[in-house]
């Protein structure tokens, strides 16, 4: 438990507390494999809870009167129903207000359920078996608030879901007619501090799966994405720029002279040149930007919502402060090729990048130590460009 304790300060400190609370920063690889995981476990909930449901019609069937049974019986096939057609819920894709949807439906049922059971038994005296079944409908409310604990949801989803359920239990139990004000009081206080349990549960597994992921989708030498998260990132920024006609650039890095570092000084030297590198992107690109390894000494920049324009001021500004010093003290600079969406008309992400890669190779003839855009304009340092 340290342990964990530990590495949850450690992130809070990091100022990712945002991200166990809103889902609004996620990063898009988090977004997928986390929708992805909430729509698994809603098939398997719904699967088990459609065989549990209909189990559960003979212990009405024998405890209860026959004018309360078959009503709730007819309600349980029904929810049987609906727990099937959840179950059978394609995993694919999906938008994350469809995947909350499923959940609010698969919540729903169970909690319907205890509504009707509610209403139905209002006003009854129940003794022996009769009595512990109301009591086991009446801890409905319990079972489906547990079960926002299985799925990793941030705060604001969680109580999203948990404040209508306090509230649906808090109405349908006033008007059975079955709650005074001292028993209302101790099921709103029980049902308080089971919706905290149950919320540090899902920002524990939550941050797990952040953790999990952030590991395997980054690069462990520079800290820059993988190739694969990398593409799964330009692949939704793309998507979207073109939903929403807006900008996409994209800027293919190649070390210029790397393999000399590695031959002159060692592999060491080398990879404290990439790390150095990706340090010196990350200062001087926005939040919303990401740098991708694509391999060896080849890197991939990300800009959405950045056109041409925008990519000269990006581009003026990496060549004049480049990514250090090599080890003889030389500037670390690199060859940079540029694409954008609209301005190259680009009808996938791969053609983009392909072209900003014959940009990249374009750079090197014109000399290296520069960018080269869509356009045809090279960008050099002024130094570089008054010596030329």
């Not at 003979?58 to 049974?69: E, K, M, N, V, Y």
């Not at 939704?236 to 210029?256: G, K």
Request: hydrophobic share 50%; with cysteine; net charge positive.
């Amino acid at each position: 438990m340290p342990v964990l304790l530990q590495s949850m300060i450690a992130r809070l400190q990091a100022g990712r507390l945002v991200d166990l609370l809103s889902a609004r920063d996620h990063a898009p690889y988090l977004t997928r494999h986390r929708l992805d995981a909430v729509v698994s476990r809603i098939r398997l909930v719904a699967l088990t809870f459609s065989v549990l449901t209909l189990v559960w019609i003979p212990l009405d069937a024998i405890t209860l009167s026959r004018g309360q049974w078959i009503p709730l019986a007819v309600c349980r096939l029904l929810a049987v129903g609906a727990f099937l057609g959840l179950a059978m819920v394609k995993e694919r894709e999906r938008s994350r207000r469809h995947v909350l949807a499923l959940l609010a439906a698969t919540l729903a049922i169970p909690l319907t359920l205890f509504c009707a059971a509610q209403l139905t038994l209002a006003g009854t005296t129940l003794t022996g078996l009769a009595a512990i079944n109301a009591s086991l409908y009446e801890a409905l409310p319990f079972i489906v608030l547990a079960g926002l604990a299985i799925f990793p949801l941030v705060a604001a989803e969680g109580l999203m879901f948990a404040l209508p359920i306090l509230a649906v239990t808090t109405a349908v139990q006033i008007a059975a007619g079955g709650l005074d004000a001292v028993r209302l009081f101790s099921t709103l206080w029980v049902l308080g501090l089971a919706l905290g349990v149950y919320l540090l549960a899902c920002a524990i597994q939550l941050h797990y799966m952040m953790a999990l992921l952030h590991r395997a989708s980054r690069d462990p030498l520079t800290g820059a994405l993988t190739r694969r998260s990398g593409v799964e990132t330009i692949d939704l920024h793309f998507r979207l720029a073109c939903e929403q006609n807006r900008p996409l650039t994209i800027a293919f890095i190649d070390v210029d002279n790397f393999k000399g570092i590695n031959d002159e000084y060692g592999h060491e030297a080398g990879d404290q040149a990439l790390r150095d590198m990706t340090a010196a992107l990350t200062q001087q690109l926005r939040l919303a930007d990401s740098v991708v390894r694509w391999g060896g000494e080849e890197f991939v920049l990300l800009l959405p919502n950045t056109g041409m324009d925008g990519m000269r001021i990006v581009c003026s500004r990496i060549v004049e402060q480049w990514f250090g010093a090599r080890p003889d003290g030389a500037p670390l600079t690199a060859s940079i090729g540029v694409a954008e969406r609209i301005g190259d008309g680009a009808g996938d992400w791969s053609q983009l990048v392909k072209l900003a890669d014959e940009r990249m190779y374009a750079a090197k003839k014109a000399g290296k130590a520069c960018c080269v855009l869509g356009t045809g304009v090279v960008i050099r340092a002024r130094s570089a460009a008054d010596a030329v």
